[in-house]
Structure formats: C-alpha cells, structure tokens
C-alpha cells in the first residue's frame, strides 16, 4: 500500500486490527487529531521532538506537512509505518499507525500514538 497523503486524507486502513488512524470510520482503530500548536511549524517541531526522544524509530520522509517514521520492535525487528499530516485547512495533526506484517499487534500501534499524544498536548508550544 502506498503511504503518504493524497487530497488531504493518509492511506485507508486495510481492516486489520495492527493499526490506528485518525481518518478512518472504523470505530475500533479511530483516534482523535491532535490541535495544532500556535504555527504548523510548532506542532511539527513538537512531533519531530517527541519521535526523536523514543527508541527504534527513524524519520525516513519529511515534507513541509507530512512526517514518515519507522518503528521497529525490540525483539523480532518488525517495522511499523507511522505518518503525521499537519492540515492546514484544519489546523489538525492527523496521524496513521499501522504494522507491516501480521494481524494483530497487541495494542502496540494505539498505545504508541496514545503516548506521543499524551506528550504532545503536554508540550508548551
């Protein structure tokens, strides 16, 4: 599947239970956007701050609004996809977590984007 944006919206989620967005309608792997922080280039400097700060993790692409990651598991090395969207027209930071492989991931990908949106709305901008 390709990754990216494409008219303002990430790549759909492919059913499986490995992953979280926050523009999908199913129920079961939607999160919320984070709100901007004061500029889009506060709210990337603070997303940029926080992948930094964690482990196993590489930024393999950056755009003015978009942010590609790579996490990769401690034990096993499997690669999770995560995207950030900084939307403009909405001044909402929409993000994509999904695992490469497999079915299930055990909650891994929510309970990622739940910690760095924890620490982002707790970073000052």
């Not at 956007?33 to 926080?50: N, Y």
């Not at 978009?66 to 909405?90: L, R």
């Not at 739940?114 to 000052?124: P, V």
Request: glycine letters at 4%; aromatic letters at 10%.
């Amino acid at each position: 599947m390709a990754l990216g944006v494409s008219n303002g919206t990430l790549s759909p989620l492919n059913g499986k239970p490995n992953a979280v967005s926050t523009q999908t309608d199913q129920k079961a792997l939607k999160m919320d956007p984070l709100p901007f922080k004061e500029t889009l280039a506060d709210s990337k400097f603070q997303v940029m701050r926080i992948l930094q700060s964690l482990d196993r993790v590489k930024v393999v692409k950056e755009t003015p609004d978009y942010i590609h990651a790579v996490f990769s598991s401690k034990v096993f090395h499997f690669k999770d996809d995560v995207e950030f969207y900084f939307d403009q027209s909405s001044r909402l930071v929409h993000f994509r977590s999904a695992s490469r492989v497999g079915y299930s991931d055990w909650g891994v990908n929510r309970k990622r984007m739940e910690d760095i949106s924890t620490r982002y709305q707790k970073e000052e901008s």
